[in-house]
C-alpha cells in the first residue's frame, strides 16, 4: 500500500505518470 501511495504523490506531479498510474491501476 505504501508503494501505491508514493507513486500517487510522485504521479500528482507528473501528468505522464498519472497516466501510467491509471493502467496500473486498471490492472488491479
Known amino acids: 500500500m ?3 501511495m508514493k507513486s ?3 504521479a ?3 501528468p505522464g505518470k498519472l497516466r ?3 493502467q496500473i ?3 488491479f
Do not use: K
Open 2 to 4: 505504501s508503494n501505491n
Open 8 to 10: 500517487i504523490v510522485l
Open 12 to 14: 500528482s506531479g507528473n
Open 20 to 22: 501510467e498510474f491509471a
Open 25 to 27: 491501476l486498471a490492472e
